[in-house]
């Protein structure tokens, strides 16, 4: 019986989704506690995809994710932001800890929805990082579920949600929580959700 053949270029999932990524598609990949579903968020194509996968209102927001905290610095108004808060914020990453801080000029309004402030996280869950890096920057991230519907905690209820709708899908377990990520203001230091 012959080996199978064994392919000399096969393709990295993680840079395929980058690739989807960066063509304006939306991808969704394993986080702390659920799936996520990601894009560009300066694509606004992009991003009104998303939202129309999810059939989420706009006017919500959403929160980026980047793998470390210069992916996510961009996006925050140092000039706004106390070194305090940004210390405190940097002393909880990566881990499983959102913070919104003032936005940076020129941030699209999209990402923030009807709130005045931009929810970041850089994540220690491996493969939503080794994504961040593939891409190149931070990615909105929000759960990878109808408006409405419990978010999925595995590969299997997202392909049952989206079917062929995604550019992407990185299966992979979750990072052990079982509540999505705690989220605080950076400024006060008080929770919004825990």
Known sequence: MTPPAIDPNPIDPIQLAATVLRAGGVVAYPTEAVYGLGCDPRNVRAFDALFALKQRPPTQGVLLIGADFDQVAPWIDREATPPAAIERARASWPGPHTWIFPRAHGVPAWIAGDHSGIALRVTAHPIAAQLCR??????????????????????????????????????????????????????????IRD
Request: charged share 20%; proline share 7%.
């Open 134 to 191: 593939a891409f190149g920057g931070a990615l909105v991230s929000t759960s990878a579920n109808r408006h409405g519907q419990p978010p999925a905690r595995d590969a299997q209820a997202v392909r049952r949600a989206f079917g062929d709708e995604l550019g992407a899908l990185l299966d992979g377990p979750l990072g052990g929580l079982e509540r999505p990520t705690s989220i605080r203001d950076a400024i006060s230091g008080m929770s």
